[in-house]
């Protein structure tokens, strides 16, 4: 099936102001003098208007191009906003007057009404005359961040008077005449620009590109990732972070890179996910420039924040260590065993439980069917509804089961940070480690042994204080942590059994020496 047969309205199409004053004119007389016109409604419950479909080979959620027929005064409550709204419209384009949607609703639309309903109205008038809501003046909504890594600089070709580009585009010239402003983003943080044209990837011979990740947070900005593009939603994304997703997603320079997201473990968090790579229901209308096709979820999992504490317990043994150069094998697992029991009861309060909007949430998503495109996410969708378990947890489980082994459960991913301040950071270079390995890079640096640590530690901090100490080895602690796979359940295995053997036969050498250690982690982290 053709794109044709399905609505695409992108603002770079659009017409002229003339031709768009004319357009709302023409509709406006239409109203007064026939009987029924026809409509396109943002919230039309139509079935199956709004479906996953295969367009120039990529999957996306796309609106069918139907209309409704409605009597201009048979609902005179929503007939008096839409011509209100469309009266409005015009007087911007004319005016060539640029709004946010927050000041028409105060300013012009009336101070009464409420802000989704004149987003609605907007909406409904855009639909109906084929025409991107920013080509009539309202500026899109305040958009997510982005994070450059050093070396490299983002070229943007942005348009800053919408007026004057639909003129100057359909006057004939060339398209260098074009009024778009290059900007240059370089190394650090950088507001994603409301209406781009084209972004060029440059970079220095020394500087390279490992990924590009996608965070719902923009407080994830502080993880300082190496060699990364850091995309930052700052929540659900809005218009112009979806296009600037999609304007990098095809970059030549960025084609093998891989697209990686991060988010919260709830239902919000998956509906970010399908927003950026599926698009969403009541943006469907623009998917063809929103969506990123390439983007891959990355996690966490509800088994990621459940193994974290066992995972990071090696990192956790090499700073006490560190810390306590004096520490024989037994007060270091003692201690180990202590900040474990702490650790995972702390994780375990961080889980809640699911609402009926998740519900409601999970039956939207299999109505639209990209879940099953997805098995990574269609596990965890289960698993926070509770669909693996049946749907409820008063069942009979062994007793060492936890209350999170059985129910329910979702959590936000900052909640990571309750094994360690730095684990966040671990946990996403050990999964950038993962999927850039098979790929020519130079892998990330290996952790740092406990026998090359204790070398050196008496000469460095044996007259530190303790917090001091602490500080300066946080930075060396900061390594990729991969915590998934079948290896290092292998490893955790034998780890367990070493340490079985240790405590009932006490002549044996300590399986957590310096050189028993070094050969786990080996296994553990280095491909």
């Not at 802000?115 to 997510?144: C, N, Y």
């Not at 218009?239 to 919000?268: C, I, W």
């Not at 671990?426 to 640096?445: S, T």
Request: with cysteine; hydrophobic share 35%; net charge positive.
């Amino acid at each position: 099936m053709s794109f044709s047969s399905f609505v695409n309205i992108d603002w770079r199409d659009a017409p002229k102001t003339e031709s768009i004053v004319a357009a709302i004119r023409r509709y406006l007389t239409k109203c007064d003098a026939e009987p029924k016109v026809q409509l396109r409604l943002e919230s039309s419950t139509a079935p199956d208007i709004v479906a996953l479909r295969q367009i120039d080979g990529v999957r996306m959620l796309a609106r069918d191009d139907r209309t409704s027929a409605r009597k201009p005064g048979a609902n005179a409550e929503y007939w008096a906003r839409f011509l209100k709204t469309a009266t409005l419209l015009q007087d911007m384009v004319v005016r060539r007057d640029s709004q946010k949607m927050r000041f028409i609703q105060y300013r012009e639309a009336g101070k009464h009404e409420r802000l989704d309903i004149v987003k609605r109205k907007v909406m409904d008038v855009a639909l109906t005359l084929g025409i991107h809501p920013a080509a009539f003046g309202v500026q899109q909504e305040d958009s997510g961040k982005i994070t450059t890594p050093e070396g490299v600089t983002l070229e943007n070709t942005t348009v800053t008077d919408i007026f004057s580009y639909q003129d100057r585009q359909r006057s004939g010239k060339a398209p260098k005449s074009l009024p778009g402003t290059t900007q240059r983003r370089m190394h650090g943080e950088h507001s994603i620009p409301l209406l781009v044209l084209d972004v060029n990837v440059k970079r220095q011979s020394s500087a390279r590109i490992d990924a590009v990740v996608v965070v719902e947070h923009q407080n994830l900005s502080k993880l300082a990732l190496k060699n990364v593009l850091l995309v930052m939603t700052a929540g659900f994304p809005s218009s112009a972070t979806k296009e600037y997703l999609h304007l990098l997603s095809q970059n030549s320079k960025l084609r093998n890179v891989p697209f990686l997201y991060f988010g919260d473990h709830d239902m919000q968090g998956f509906t970010i996910f399908q927003a950026l790579k599926y698009g969403s229901k009541n943006a469907a209308w623009g998917s063809k420039a929103m969506v990123c096709p390439q983007l891959e979820y990355a996690g966490p999992t509800r088994q990621d924040l459940k193994d974290s504490p066992r995972f990071f317990r090696p990192y956790w043994e090499a700073q006490f260590r560190a810390d306590y150069p004096d520490a024989t094998d037994n007060e270091v697992g003692k201690n180990a065993d202590r900040w474990l029991r702490r650790t995972e009861t702390k994780v375990n309060r961080k889980f809640g439980k699911h609402t009926k909007k998740d519900n409601e949430t999970l039956k939207s998503f299999e109505r639209l069917g990209w879940l099953d495109h997805e098995p990574m996410v269609k596990k965890e969708v289960k698993l926070i509804i509770g669909a693996e378990f049946g749907g409820v947890c008063f069942v009979s489980y062994p007793i060492s089961c936890t209350l999170a082994d059985v129910c329910p459960q979702k959590f936000r991913i900052a909640d990571m940070t309750v094994v360690d301040l730095h684990y966040l950071r671990h946990f996403i270079e050990g999964k950038l480690h993962k999927k850039c390995r098979d790929r020519a890079v130079e892998p990330f640096p290996s952790p740092v042994t406990r026998g090359a640590r204790l070398q050196n530690t008496p000469s460095q901090f044996s007259n530190a204080p303790h917090g001091a100490r602490n500080q300066a080895n946080s930075q060396s602690l900061r390594t990729p942590f991969e915590g998934a796979g079948t290896q290092a359940t292998m490893v955790e295995e034998e780890m367990a059994a070493a340490d079985t053997v240790e405590s009932t036969a006490p002549g044996r050498e300590p399986s957590n020496s310096p050189e028993t250690e070094l050969r786990l982690l080996q296994q553990l982290y280095i491909p």
